[in-house]
């Protein structure tokens, strides 16, 4: 090959990244801390799946007849099979950690302000897009584990009020999960849910670009910002992290195995029955709340609260400082650790103190299951937020993120909860 067409591809090549990229970006920006590139890891990740799926798809049968065993004969009769399925299934769980974490960057480094509202909003339906994706995959091995969840799952949707049943049998295809919850879930995991992430993902980079990429420290006016080119000193820290993220579930999927069950069985259910470990923290909130507040209030509540916080006068932290500072790196250690805690604390006291009651029925557990534990949660976090603010003299900012890691901590403790401590019909087991 000659040397013109040589330089004609690589002047194509560094086009399409500069297209995607600022031509020059800050230099603060290029630190690695500011935002652990877990926004390229996300892409990556999400890449990864395109790729696996739809090798995957060359051999998978969605079939109540075909399913479980078209995914058994990936490990024992096609060639690195059970290898893409493997990639498959990490990079999924991978992408709902690193997609969490790249979110929680972004509002703690302030990257949600003017300019940015509508990419936080974007970002939170990729996030939701993201669960979407990995809870419709869920059922296609149709084994034990997937079929169950999946019911469990459906299930807490029949909550809903009003429209909870009717979206229950709209998901599955009838009132029981069959054939045709696999062909409904099989063509939004393949088809709808794809189309409609690439279209948020590509509007999400177009905004990224548009606000000349990642968020920076404020300076003064009179200070020159410096700037490096995207290419190569952008292009290689992303190629670094990007190619190192491969590796790293490439070797995993060589050693641990995608969880697959027996067959799916209806008439047997195991014990525990559990969601997916990602919906598993509302599957505990169950067994301490009303289920309408479960699944609608609390829910409805925690997207409110998050659609409008890039919204919220004086709710943004400073751009580009993480946690707005060294007191709030403080306030936020402090605010996960207590969550925590007192998650752990109350989730005990529940199950050894409360629920050995009777409990009622109607009105009377509306309002003790449900009413008075979620409105007396939110005058805790009111009164929390006025000592920060009046007492304390923590900027509203601060207070807005040690209530918002508050109730992540509690989320996450939920979560470890239902995962590794909820045993046979549901008990606790404390280890």
């Not at 099989?186 to 990429?213: C, D, E, N, Q």
């Amino acid at each position: 090959m000659s040397k013109a067409p040589q330089r004609a591809s690589r002047r194509s090549f560094t086009d399409l990244v500069v297209h995607i990229h600022p031509r020059a970006v800050p230099e603060d920006t290029l630190r690695f801390t500011l935002s652990w590139g877990m926004g390229g890891m996300s892409a990556m990740l999400i890449f990864l799946l395109f790729i696996t799926g739809i090798l995957q798809l060359l051999t998978y049968e969605p079939s109540v007849a075909g399913a479980y065993g078209s995914v058994l004969a990936m490990y024992g009769q096609v060639p690195l099979g059970g290898w893409i399925r493997n990639i498959h299934h990490w990079s999924a769980n991978l992408l709902v950690i690193v997609a969490m974490f790249h979110l929680l960057r972004v509002f703690l480094t302030g990257a949600i302000g003017t300019g940015r509202r509508l990419n936080w909003i974007i970002g939170l339906v990729l996030l939701f897009l993201v669960l979407a994706a990995n809870f419709s995959g869920y059922l296609l091995p149709w084994d034990q584990l997937a079929y169950w969840a999946v019911t469990i799952c459906t299930s807490m949707i029949a909550y809903l009020p009003g429209i909870g049943p009717w979206l229950m049998e709209f998901f599955r295809g009838g009132t029981e999960v069959g054939g045709a919850t696999l062909a409904n879930f099989y063509s939004l995991h393949i088809a709808v849910i794809p189309a409609t992430f690439v279209l948020f993902m590509i509007w999400h980079f177009w905004l990224v670009r548009k606000s000349g990429g990642l968020i920076q420290r404020e300076t003064d006016n009179d200070t020159p910002v410096q700037r490096a080119p995207a290419v190569p000193d952008l292009l290689v820290r992303e190629a670094a992290v990007g190619l190192g993220l491969v590796a790293f579930v490439m070797l995993l999927s060589v050693y641990w195995d995608a969880p697959l069950n027996e067959q799916a069985n209806p008439g047997m259910s195991p014990n525990p029955a559990k969601a997916p470990w990602y919906f598993v923290g509302f599957q505990e909130l169950l067994l301490h709340l009303h289920p309408l507040f479960a699944v609608c209030v609390v829910p409805v509540l925690t997207a409110a609260l998050l659609l409008f916080l890039p919204f919220w006068k004086e709710a943004v932290l400073p751009q580009g400082i993480w946690f707005g500072g060294k007191d709030g790196r403080k306030l936020a250690l402090w605010s996960c650790v207590s969550g925590t805690l007192l998650t752990f604390a109350l989730v005990m006291a529940d199950d050894k103190l409360l629920r050995t009651v009777e409990s009622g029925s109607g009105m009377t557990d509306i309002i003790s299951r449900g009413y008075f534990p979620v409105v007396l949660f939110i005058l805790a976090l009111a009164a929390g937020y006025q000592l920060l603010v009046r007492k304390w003299r923590f900027t509203r900012a601060k207070a807005v993120m040690a209530g918002m890691l508050f109730c992540l901590a509690v989320l996450f403790a939920l979560t470890i909860v239902g995962v590794w401590f909820r045993g046979s019909g549901m008990k606790l087991i404390w280890l």
